[in-house]
């Protein structure tokens, strides 16, 4: 464990400069990169905060929409193995074997934009 600030709290200061202080005395043809990567380090400090979390519950739902079994994942397999999930599920998709399960798909993965939605852009998907 490492002593505070944490690493979202570091993130969080690299941002607050970035846009508070440092964006308004780059020439101004710079400061959109100055912004983009002050964005980047609030999303990625919601990120790390978030945890696996996130990942955990997608690999349930994609597994849930595909019929696959559910078989337990560790935390720290679950983003590779929900990026898997998902790229099967796209698959399903594609290949039009939810077509007769349509409401429900498109349901389950609304909510999974607003889960993704709430760490890219809180208040966004309201």
Known sequence: MQDSP?????????????F???RESVPREERF??????????????????????SIEDLRLFRHLS????PGSSPERAPAEARRAAAELAGLIREGALDSRLEETMA???????????????????
């Open 67 to 70: 019929g696959a079994e559910e």
């Open 6 to 18: 944490s690493a979202p709290e570091l993130l969080d200061a690299v941002a607050a400069y970035l």
């Open 108 to 126: 389950a993965l609304a909510e999974h934009v607003r889960r993704k939605l709430e760490i890219a852009r809180p208040g966004y998907a309201e």
């Open 20 to 22: 508070g202080e440092l």
């Open 33 to 54: 990169r100055v912004l983009v990567a002050a964005n980047l380090c609030t999303v990625v400090a919601r990120e790390l905060r978030a945890g696996v979390e996130p």
